[in-house]
């Protein structure tokens, strides 16, 4: 297949122009009133007519929709001019958001639109492709400034879980699909171990940012060969180093007048925060090769290998010039263990025809989730085949085409991806002689050569840039080249490439600098936290087991058989409700989109509120440094705008409410609104509801509390012990969406407790946080001193604790509850309240919890311990 032409980008452009984005507001004659859209883009009805092929339409709509009774024929039918709600439905939790003020009108919204076209500024002087990727890029978000709506604009109105421009990009993808349809699956690594190994916050951020970028230059790669709407997953559109690539200082798809306006306006804060996962699925032609003969995986994995190596080769250079030039053979090792990173696999899926898919997954290929007899797409075909009378049934719909079983395309791409990964074969990890190991991974032999000593004391004394630390590499410690390119990469690479200062980090001999600046008693133990959060169950989300039932994504009413739930309801029958969509290529793109708002324009936010420091938020994950005071309310205020709650509404603490409500708006449970910009320029402030998770999901946290002197790597370590520990919890036949708080004292005793956010123990916990000037730390250890020998026990010939609070017939708990009350005899009221929600925590835990509580009383904001 010869590289994308001029024809190639035109004919995607009439594609994603076939359905104008104001359609919900008029469904009849709606293709009326595209022209003007095909017009301002430099299209011509005949070229239209001859570029658009109505098949990719029908695969998208049956890719991404249940299938409706024609609606003639059964009555049903709805459109958002007559529909008062006018409401968009949460893809993945079923959420409605309704606009509060909106003109019921096509024209209006047209006109709007229209605006927001010419605003991107397609010139005559464009290349169709650099058409293409305005309108693609720019369009729908500057139709979402002018009103929240345009944002959510839904492809069907009877399903409205699903937007115009997310459907008008599928179609513009399948377009590009004439000789048949691929999925491909595409991941770099290692991800963990290579972040961990660090001995820095400075480092943590640069191994993920540095897997980020040579993610990014995949997509990218991928995007420039075949579309960025053929990336189901991460969606690219508004992705920092996507936007770079193609429009800031790195990019082609603007003029230079127009790049220099961009720096102008700053680059964005978001542009150095890792957000991407290292793994993307895309939507290919079948057979696709580029000029070389490489397919589209090959071309991917061509583009990292090229960035890595440009890196590398910067970090080497820069080595040379200014220690390693006295050094002869420091590099000796240098390109054999740089071609051992990043490892890459990838797999190319080519799509079947649906009868030979759906008798394949009946005999159990791709093995599938609760099996096939329990599938959302069986109970699909099933609703298709069998529920919908012939008599109301749609001719476009029949027979059911390819795009209908995309979960069975994917299911099998991920099956066949993992048998990949399986029988990859592995280097042997040779090396030509036994130099010492880097000090931090473990396997790559020092750099340096036979001098490697005096070479690692040169490269402690160099300043590697003008904003650089004075040095950047401390102690002993001696490395090989994956973790030096690591460490010096920001300062030799990325400043000049990405033409921005690398971020500022407090490390932990900062704040322990500071806290003893500030500190008249150098014997008072200073601590900090780390926070780990994670989201629940991402990899159910991401193979789509956690979609939601159909009745939260249908229109109108339930008791109206005319309605698309009434209708469903009506036909289906009993068990309707649980009636699960399938998995959709707008699952993902809701998925991908939700994670990529929390990453970009929520995690920093919240951590900077509460006086700490983001050092990674990539989707789900997130890792940062704060207050050892600060930490529990942070992590509170980050799963509540994770999950889209508005924290008034449901009970979070008033420190908490008071921060967010000062971030965001609530517009709809999984919606919320940033308050104030992210960045430097217009370009980096959402004014509309931006998708999040929504309430269904979770997410854990893990929170270890140590000492400034302690090495950075043992609290982070048990700051993600927590977090596993977290994910454990069990309470009331609820999993999850859990926090587990660690306190590592210096004095080496350790303590711990984990309790779901929803318990109602972080609300004690609050509670004595918040009357500590009234109850004091005393008070507690008063009631540990009571509490340690009634839950003592020997385990195992072991000193600990009571593993339930039944003993021989007598309920611990209730002695605990007694001398609780006994404790606060002033406050007598306030214990009954603690107790109730105390009960949810087992025997350890619950001491443990008031062994942290005592501890953390004892520190003010600083992180300083002070006298009770």
């Not at 957000?275 to 895309?282: E, T």
């Not at 793109?589 to 990539?618: K, T």
Request: hydrophobic share 40%; glycine share 8%; aromatic share 10%.
């Amino acid at each position: 297949m010869p590289a994308p032409d001029a024809a190639f980008w035109k004919s995607k452009l009439a594609a994603f122009l076939h359905d104008p984005p104001q359609k919900p507001f008029q469904i009849a004659g709606h293709e009326n009133a595209r022209k003007s859209f095909w017009l301002e883009v430099g299209l011509n009805e005949e070229e239209f007519k001859a570029l658009f092929e109505r098949q990719s339409d029908h695969w998208a709509a049956a890719a991404d929709r249940m299938i409706f009774p024609a609606p003639k024929a059964s009555g049903v039918r709805t459109d958002w001019k007559n529909d008062t709600n006018c409401a968009f439905h949460h893809p993945l939790c079923g959420e409605k958001l309704t606009p509060q003020t909106i003109q019921r009108s096509a024209a209006v919204a047209e006109r709007q639109l229209h605006e927001a076209q010419q605003q991107v500024g397609v010139n005559d002087p464009d290349s169709w492709e650099t058409r293409w990727w305005k309108i693609w890029r720019q369009w729908p978000e500057a139709a979402a400034r002018k009103h929240p709506l345009l944002a959510y604009l839904a492809a069907d109105t009877r399903i409205p879980h699903h937007t115009l421009w997310h459907h008008n990009g599928l179609v513009s993808a399948l377009s590009s699909c004439d000789k048949g349809c691929s999925f491909l699956l595409f991941q770099i690594g290692p991800v963990q171990d290579f972040i961990k190994q660090a001995r820095s916050t400075r480092d943590l951020w640069a191994g993920s940012y540095l897997l980020s970028f040579l993610i990014a230059k995949a997509l990218f790669a991928v995007a420039k060969a075949v579309g960025p709407e053929s990336i189901v997953y991460p969606q690219l559109r508004g992705v920092p180093l996507i936007d770079w690539f193609g429009f800031g200082l790195d990019g082609q798809f603007w003029s230079d007048e127009k790049r220099a306006a961009y720096q102008n306006q700053g680059v964005r804060e978001e542009l150095l925060t890792p957000n991407l996962p290292n793994r993307f699925l895309a939507l290919v032609p079948t057979g696709w090769t580029d000029a070389a003969g490489d397919s589209v995986a090959k071309v991917a994995a061509n583009a990292v290998e090229k960035a890595w190596k440009e890196i590398a080769k910067n970090v080497q250079d820069a080595i040379h010039a200014l220690v390693g030039k006295d050094y002869p053979g420091w590099d000796d090792l240098w390109l054999l263990q740089t071609e051992r990173f990043p490892v890459i696999d990838y797999v190319i899926h080519d799509w079947q025809d649906t009868s030979t898919v759906v008798n394949q997954a009946e005999l159990g290929i791709p093995p599938l989730h609760n099996g096939w007899e329990n599938h959302p797409l069986k109970q699909a075909i099933e609703w298709a085949m069998e529920k919908i009378p012939k008599e109301h049934r749609d001719s476009r719909c029949y027979p059911l085409n390819p795009g209908f079983i995309w979960a069975l395309h994917y299911a099998a791409t991920e099956w066949r991806f993992a048998a990949v990964k399986n029988a990859r074969s592995f280097s042997s990890w040779n090396s030509s002689r036994g130099a010492e190991k880097d000090h931090l991974d473990g396997r790559n032999e020092v750099l340096g050569g036979n001098q490697h000593g005096d070479f690692w004391q040169a490269m402690r004394s160099v300043k590697w840039a003008d904003n650089s630390p004075g040095n950047l590499f401390k102690g002993q410690q001696e490395y090989g080249a994956i973790t030096t390119i690591k460490r010096l990469y920001p300062y030799a690479w990325m400043q000049k490439a990405l033409n921005t200062q690398v971020p500022r980090f407090e490390s932990v001999q900062d704040i322990a600098d500071a806290i003893e600046s500030d500190n008249e008693r150098d014997d008072l133990p200073k601590y900090y936290a780390i926070l780990a959060m994670d989201g629940d169950d991402m990899g159910k989300w991401v193979s789509g087991t956690k979609t939601p039932p159909w009745k939260d994504v249908l229109s109108g009413n339930v008791d109206d058989p005319k309605s698309p739930i009434g209708y469903f309801k009506g036909k289906w029958g009993n068990g309707w409700e649980t009636v699960r969509v399938p998995l959709t290529p707008s699952f993902h793109a809701a998925l991908s989109e939700a994670l990529g708002n929390f990453s970009l324009y929520c995690a920093r936010q919240i951590v900077d509120a509460f006086g700490g420091q983001l050092i990674y938020a990539g989707g789900d994950d997130v890792l940062a440094m704060l207050p050892a005071t600060q930490a529990v309310n942070c992590a509170i205020a980050l799963q509540f705008v994770f999950r889209g709650l508005d924290p008034e509404k449901n009970g979070a603490p008033l420190a908490v409410q008071n921060e967010i409500k000062r971030l965001f708006d609530f517009p709809a449970p999984g919606f919320i609104r940033c308050k104030q910009g992210t960045g430097k320029g217009d370009h980096c402030r959402p004014n509309w509801p931006l998708m999040v998770m929504g309430p269904k999901s979770t997410a854990s946290v893990g929170i270890a509390i140590g000492h400034v002197r302690s090495p950075m790597q043992d609290i982070i370590q048990a700051a993600r012990d927590a977090e596993h520990a977290a994910k454990k919890v069990k309470e009331r036949d609820k999993e999850k969406g859990a926090l587990a708080l660690s306190i590592l004292k210096r004095s080496g005793e350790a303590v711990q407790f984990a309790t779901r956010f929803d318990s109602g123990v972080l609300g004690v916990w609050d509670d004595l946080a918040y009357h500590g000037d009234q109850l004091r730390s005393r008070f507690i250890y008063r009631f540990l001193q009571k509490l340690r020998p009634i839950l003592a026990a020997v385990i195992d010939g072991q000193a600990g604790w009571e593993p339930k609070w039944d003993k021989d017939g007598i309920n611990l708990f209730a002695i605990a509850e007694e001398e609780l009350k006994h404790s606060l005899d002033e406050h007598l009221e306030r214990a009954e309240h603690w107790i109730t929600s105390l009960r949810n925590l087992d025997p350890k835990d619950f001491l443990h919890f008031w062994m942290a509580r005592a501890f953390l009383n004892r520190i003010d904001p600083t992180g300083k311990e002070t006298q009770s």
